[in-house]
């Protein structure tokens, strides 16, 4: 019991001395052409760096009082990348105040200055579908775009949807749900920057969006992606590209997708393997690739 108790002070003591730090450390100044998008320090030396701290310690007490006493703009963009506190507290994971903040008058729809980048999309990409459900609350926008150039010719690239749909997160399906019940445009894209939804969800093989997508009436007959030629690739091609174990949940899928666009007059099994694709797939079942071709 007694070395329980030393245990206990021991983490106690630890955990406060690590705040202390933590607080010392984002007092300190520092050259902010150092610092990434997600630093709370990009408002160091700005009319809001009492709430850019409030914000990340949640402090929500201190949050009201600077905003509705002290009249803090709850809008202020940092120097750097023109962030709000809105999208750093998405990107650091404070949801009770980004919530407090939308409470208080943030803008859920203002775009930062170096890609256009608006909290809506910042919430899109996180894995935590609770933000989204809640800037969706409070009027922003399914349809934001990122509408700055960051290099010469270049053009808006993502949207709040495109933003929704990785790879590596789980909550794709249900923040693409959201967008769209939402309004959210599903055949937008912008050839060369901007991917279109369906062909983004067929690239990062999310069998779980496509299908949705095209349940919900994506343009199918619009180009996907393009090969390493420039050259347009069309839905039966990036199927063709899709590659997954026949026992798999996201083969299924994909024939429920094959079987759609074959009621469409669309033959899925009419349209030739990719040569790469086929190398993949002796690669990856060099055991039966035959009949693997055969089916898959």
């Given at each position: 019991m007694k070395n329980k108790i030393i245990l206990i002070i021991l983490f106690i003591a630890v955990s406060c001395n690590n705040k202390e730090e933590k607080v010392n450390n984002?007092?300190?100044?520092i050259n902010k052409s150092e610092l990434l998008g997600n630093d709370i320090r990009l408002f160091q030396d700005t009319p809001v760096w009492n709430l850019a701290k409030a914000v990340e310690d949640e402090n929500l007490t201190l949050i009201k009082e600077e905003?509705?006493?002290?009249?803090?703009?709850?809008n202020y963009k940092e120097p750097k990348f023109g962030s709000t506190l809105l999208m750093l507290g998405i990107k650091n994971n404070k949801y009770k105040s980004v919530?407090?903040?939308?409470?208080?008058?943030?803008?859920?729809?203002?775009?930062?200055?170096?890609?256009?980048?608006?909290?809506?999309?910042?919430?899109s990409k996180s894995s935590d579908i609770n933000y989204l459900?809640?800037?969706l609350k409070y009027k922003g926008n399914p349809n934001s775009r990122e509408n700055v150039q960051t290099k010469?010719?270049?053009?808006?690239?993502?949207?709040?949807?495109?933003?929704?749909?990785s790879y590596y997160d789980s909550t794709s399906l249900e923040k693409v749900k959201l967008l769209i019940d939402a309004g959210a445009d599903l055949n937008y894209y912008n050839e060369g920057h901007t991917d279109l939804p369906l062909g983004l969800s067929l690239t990062l093989d999310k069998?779980?969006?496509?299908?949705?997508?095209?349940?919900?009436g994506a343009n199918y007959n619009?180009?996907?992606?393009?090969d390493s030629k420039g050259r347009n690739i069309y839905i039966l091609k990036a199927l063709r590209q899709c590659v997954f174990d026949l026992e798999s949940t996201e083969f299924q899928q994909k024939k429920q997708i094959i079987q759609y666009l074959k009621n469409k007059g669309l033959n899925y099994f009419e349209e030739p393997i990719p040569e790469k694709t086929l190398k993949k797939i002796k690669k990856k079942y060099p055991d039966n690739w035959m009949q693997y071709i055969n089916k898959y």
């Open positions: 984002r007092e300190s100044k905003i509705n006493l002290k009249k803090t703009n709850p919530n407090l903040l939308l409470y208080l008058g943030a803008d859920p729809n203002l775009g930062d200055s170096y890609a256009g980048e608006t909290a809506m999309i910042c919430a459900k809640l800037l010469n010719g270049d053009q808006a690239r993502k949207t709040a949807l495109t933003s929704a749909i069998m779980d969006v496509a299908l949705y997508l095209i349940q919900r619009l180009p996907m992606s393009k």
